[in-house]
């Protein structure tokens, strides 16, 4: 980083011979000294340079001066940035030196630089070269900030271009899931129902068959109820018909056997007769 400028080192040795009121005589005398041991230890790299130069900030004109420098050497001493930004905001709201506070605004856009807030840099940068237009460094880091910060816009842009693909992918992948599901769920819908079309075909079949059977053993079953009829009506036709007045077959069986018990009757009388000697008329009913 850049060294104290000395032009400011001189102004600081010419207020120090200006004259002062003597009601602040004492008190600016004291803070000229202790900008004067800032400077001193600034040069030498001690530590307590900024605490010397918050000490000359009481000084009724060279505190945007004493300021600058306290910022200035909290930079050099890598300390807070917050801290340092505050010096120099005060510096360049005080001074009425067009350098001075251009100076200030470029060193207040630095240590934003430094914590990557590229869009304060930027406007630090833009004040300082309002102040000063020929301030080279403002501009020089102007361009460098703008060129960061394109580049980090092209990056976000690129990273939301990433997020949003991958979140298209996602959902992409989503909706194919979604379909694959749908698909499979149809399918085994699909599935189910031609099982159940094919059983009730299947119980359809079976009732049809069961139903034919059953006709089919009650037809057979008239059939043969018809056959046992017919085959009676048959036998009843060729049985010879008794004629009205005439005697049936088997009415002749029955008298016929009836006078062979007869007769047998008659020649067995006949023989235990002659056995016995004596002489029978044999008699007959016919």
Avoid at 185 to 192: G, I, Y
Avoid at 235 to 249: L, N, T
Wanted: aromatic content about 4%; glycine content about 4%; charged content about 35%.
């Amino acid at each position: 980083m850049n060294r104290m400028p000395h032009t400011y080192l001189f102004a600081l040795c010419v207020a120090l011979a200006a004259t002062v009121p003597c009601a602040q005589a004492q008190t600016d005398f004291e803070a000229k000294k202790f900008i004067i041991d800032g400077i001193e230890a600034y040069r030498s790299g001690e530590m307590n340079a900024d605490s010397l130069f918050a000490l000359g900030e009481t000084h009724s004109e060279l505190q945007p001066l004493a300021a600058y420098n306290r910022g200035r050497s909290i930079m050099e001493q890598e300390g807070e940035p917050l801290e340092a930004r505050k010096a120099f905001q005060r510096a360049a709201q005080e001074t009425s030196d067009p350098s001075l506070e251009a100076d200030a605004w470029h060193n207040t856009g630095n240590s934003l630089l430094m914590e990557d807030d590229l869009d304060g840099a930027i406007e630090a940068y833009k004040s300082a070269l309002r102040a000063n237009p020929r301030h080279d460094a403002a501009r020089y880091n102007l361009s460098y900030a703008m060129r960061m910060k394109n580049e980090q816009d092209q990056e976000q842009d690129q990273e939301q271009d990433q997020e949003q693909d991958q979140e298209q992918d996602q959902e992409q992948d989503q909706e194919q899931d979604q379909e694959q599901d749908q698909e499979q769920d149809q399918e085994q819908d699909q599935e189910q129902d031609q099982e159940q079309e094919q059983d009730q075909e299947q119980d359809q079949e079976q009732d049809q068959e069961q139903d034919q059977e059953q006709d089919q053993e009650q037809d057979q079953e008239q059939d043969q109820e018809q056959d046992q009829e017919q085959d009676q009506e048959q036998d009843q036709e060729q049985q010879p018909q008794q004629v009205e007045g005439q005697i049936s077959q088997e009415d002749m069986e029955r008298i016929l056997e009836s006078l062979e018990r007869q007769e047998g009757e008659i020649q067995a009388k006949l023989r235990r007769e002659k056995g016995q000697g004596k002489k029978s008329k044999i008699e007959k009913d016919w």
